[in-house]
């Protein structure tokens, strides 16, 4: 996927936003409140999987989920023309989406004006940052294994299209460096011990050690980004890890779209610097 935005030097402003699932008016009027609270315009907004842009019910069946959480939700509004985007949005797959139609392009496109789906594993250049993405999670059993082709979908177990595999990984990994790195699963090793307790139990998770995956982290310390962005737990945690290198990263992971403000977080990018606002 190719997209390129001038260097801008000037302080801009951006999102990150969690698990929308197919809520995209919500996802929108949300931020456009923080837009007004705050004064300010954002450039851009990063969006971590699930997002869920179903045209219609095919695009629905293609989806891996319960049938009780399989909603068609409101994208057709966007895709139909009746509504638009207020800024360009980006993001990754996450394991509910309608394979059946992003992987029609596995390597991303504009869906419609305003809205790029960034692909399997593609890194791209915008605003002055250089933004990579790894769609889907991590099975133990699907990661050496090529995923079906599109073409198979609903002739096979639409689960067989919600992990990301070895070559999407090194993939990436030749990229060396990148500004952002968005994941929809957790890397492993991100949970600060003095957090361990609010982990317990926690949703897809049986302890806080065993939260995340190692190939995710491999990236991060591959890739030295300066913001990691997640989202798949329903949680917001916020946390900064030492890398290999020496360097730190500023690990953000959202919340869903029904979880109210931890769905989302605003931050500041001026002269190759990125901060929380």
């Known amino acids: ?3 390129s935005s001038k260097n801008n030097t000037k302080q801009i402003y951006f999102a990150a936003v969690g698990d929308v699932h197919g809520h995209m008016n919500k996802f929108v009027s949300v931020l456009e409140n923080w837009e007004k609270s705050n004064k300010k315009s954002l450039k851009f907004v990063l969006q971590v999987g699930d997002f869920e842009p179903h ?3 095919s695009d629905l069946s293609s989806m891996a989920a319960p049938s009780k959480y ?4 409101d994208f057709n ?3 139909s023309g009746k509504k638009q985007f207020p800024w360009p949005v980006f993001f990754i797959g996450g394991n509910h989406e309608p394979y059946g139609y992003l992987d029609s392009e596995p390597s991303g496109f504009e869906l419609v004006k305003n809205c790029h789906y960034m692909g399997r594993a593609e890194m791209i250049a915008f605003a002055g940052l250089s933004i990579a993405g790894l769609s889907g999670i991590y099975s133990e059993h699907k990661f050496n294994i090529a995923r079906p082709a599109p073409s198979k979908i609903n002739k096979t177990s639409n689960k067989e299209y919600i992990y990301f595999n070895e070559s999407e990984v090194e993939k990436l990994a030749d990229c060396k460096s990148v500004d952002i790195l968005l994941l929809h699963e957790w890397p492993s090793d991100i949970i600060s011990t003095k957090d361990a307790a609010e982990f317990e139990n926690q949703r897809r998770s049986m302890r806080y050690d065993s939260i995340g995956n190692e190939y995710a982290k491999m990236l ?5 980004p300066k913001l990691v962005l997640c989202g798949h737990m329903h949680k917001k945690y916020q946390n900064s890890i030492q890398l290999e290198s020496g360097s730190k990263s500023d690990i ?3 919340a869903s779209i029904h979880q109210g403000d931890d769905v989302f977080e ?3 990018s001026s002269k190759n610097t990125i901060s929380r606002l």
Do not use: A, K, P
């Not at 399989?70 to 939700?73: A, K, M, N």
């Open 1 to 3: 996927m190719t997209i």
């Open 55 to 57: 045209r219609n019910e």
């Open 70 to 73: 399989r909603d068609l939700g």
């Open 77 to 79: 509004l966007y895709y």
């Open 220 to 224: 991060v310390d591959i890739l030295n």
């Open 252 to 254: 953000v992971c959202l």
């Open 266 to 268: 605003v931050f500041s």
